[in-house]
């Protein structure tokens, strides 16, 4: 019952129809639709369950029944048994009947009246009936995109690739990974991109390769990259170089740069406006908890604040200094147990006003004012002077935030600040103007308690330091200047007969 029309369906009658039973329905020539009873709006309407229909795939055509009201599953089904064509690589295509390709659920519409004889539907089938070939992934080809640039390399040197690979000299900065072609096809320096400049490749690698087994197998002497040329108007104030072979740089105006494989990865900004120094920490001891990978690689300092980086540049902590000061050197060591720590020492930035007192005062009240106001800065310039000969040490871990400890200067040097900081094999060496070196240590009992021990105390008589650098395992290089002709008791005396030296 569709609105005020009343439709009457009749089965599809034989022109020679015998009333008898008969299940057999492998034909379907002769068959026409019956015709409908009169509807209520007078027009008289034909319907087909069952048409016939030609099939082409190729060249070839197939005589073909569609029956109204099946899905698209079943047609293909029939269309299988057919042609061989699996279902699932079979696309139909009829626009009389359906759009695009037919899909599985696609119910097919009853079909429209013809007038005399009615053609047949055009299906066209697009699939192929050859039956895919599983291979292993040994048997199958190889593509460059699959593979990766060492693979590539690999295949592209062949037997050679080996012996290359063992004779290789990496060095992170300047050189594209191992296994990579280095062979850039340059024969001069070129601009790698915007902000690197550098030899080729292959002339980097061949140095280093001709230099493994001499006396100096570095690259001393050669212009071999220049990083960082136009990427802004700064001074590099300070570079340290990560254990994982990336190099930091920090400038003058407050940004960290990082380096690596020829490229900048990262450029961060430092808590101050400027960063002083950056000072890298040795490799992370495997203790079982690594908190997330997220290790202190490098510290930045300058402007009144030190920053903890991962070796990504992601921040982990920052800490600051006694306001009025900076911090002057910077040191960094890991302890037994996998704490790391850092420790500086600070000079004074605070300026003085030569002329804040110039004015007489004129009554009782201005010169109570001045007096007060002179015992402020007298008070200020005591403390700065005593942070300056403090070293304050930061221990970090990843369960927390860093934890301070101050080494307070000693008592029969309690008038000297300190100059420089080293890390020595996880003893801290403290330098000072009045050329006293101090080693620290600090051990863990059962409980995490720290413990510091002094290990050693020297002087360098009427000389003052001005620089330490570690040049090997327990052995320092340490840069000496003209000072004052104090002794400390206390302290092992040696004598320097060069006023300036190392």
């Known amino acids: 019952k569709t609105e005020q029309s009343v439709v009457v369906v009749t089965p599809i009658i034989p022109r020679n129809h015998k ?127 699959d593979l990766t640039q060492e693979e590539v390399w690999r295949l592209r040197r062949g037997q050679d690739a080996d012996a290359e690979m063992a004779d290789a000299v990496d060095i992170v900065a300047l050189q594209r990974e191992v296994g990579m072609d280095r062979d850039d096809g340059k024969a001069d320096a070129y601009q790698y991109n915007r902000l690197v400049t550098g030899l080729p490749q292959r002339q980097i690698n061949n140095t280093l390769v001709g230099r493994k087994n001499g006396p100096d197998p570095t690259l001393k002497g050669e212009e071999a990259m220049t990083l960082g040329m136009e990427l802004r108007r700064a001074y590099i104030a300070s570079i340290a170089v990560l254990p994982n072979g990336t190099v930091v740089s920090g400038s003058d105006d407050g940004h960290i740069h990082l380096w690596s494989r020829c490229q900048m990865l990262k450029d961060v900004r430092h808590a101050g406006s400027a960063v002083d120094l950056v000072a890298a920490f040795p490799p992370p001891v495997n203790t079982g908890t690594d908190g997330g990978g997220r290790h202190a690689a490098f510290v930045s300092s300058g402007a009144g604040s030190v920053c903890l980086w991962t070796e990504v540049g992601d921040p982990l902590a920052r800490v600051d200094v006694h306001p009025g000061t900076t911090p002057a050197s910077l040191a960094t060591g890991r302890m037994a147990g996998g704490t790391s720590y850092m420790a500086a020492c600070s000079r004074v930035t605070r300026q003085t006003d ?75 060496v403290c330098a000072d103007e009045s050329g006293c070196l101090r080693l620290f240590e600090w051990t863990q009992d059962e409980h995490r308690a720290r413990h510091r021990h002094r290990r050693a105390y020297f002087q360098f008589r009427s000389r003052k330091v001005a620089c330490m650098e570690r040049i090997k395992k327990a052995t320092i290089a340490v840069s000496v200047l003209p000072g004052l002709d104090q002794v400390v008791q206390s302290a092992l005396q040696i004598n320097v007969s060069v006023p300036r030296g190392v």
């Open 19 to 145: 009333p008898q039973h008969d299940d057999s329905d492998d034909a379907t020539t002769g068959l026409v639709p019956a015709q409908l009873p009169v509807s209520a709006s007078g027009t008289r309407r034909l319907l087909s369950t069952m048409a016939a229909a030609k099939l082409k795939w190729g060249k070839r055509a197939f005589d073909l029944v569609i029956e109204a009201g099946a899905d698209g599953e079943t047609l293909k089904q029939v269309v299988e048994s057919l042609t061989g064509v699996p279902t699932d690589r079979q696309k139909l295509l009829c626009t009389k009947l359906w759009k695009g390709a037919l899909k599985d659920d696609t119910v097919l519409p009853e079909f429209p009246p013809s007038k005399g004889k009615a053609k047949p539907f055009v299906v066209t089938l697009i699939g192929s009936a050859e039956k895919l070939i599983e291979k292993s992934l040994d048997e199958r080809p190889l593509f460059e995109e």
């Open 354 to 428: 030569p002329g804040m007192f110039r004015l007489v005062p004129q009554n009782e009240a201005e010169r109570q004012r001045r007096r007060e106001a002179m015992d402020r800065e007298e008070a200020i310039a005591n403390q700065l002077a005593r942070e300056s000969r403090l070293v304050r040490v930061w221990f970090h871990s990843n369960a927390g935030p860093p934890v301070q400890e101050v080494v307070p200067p000693e008592s029969g040097n309690a008038s000297s600040a300190a100059t420089c900081l080293i890390d020595v094999d996880g003893m801290l």
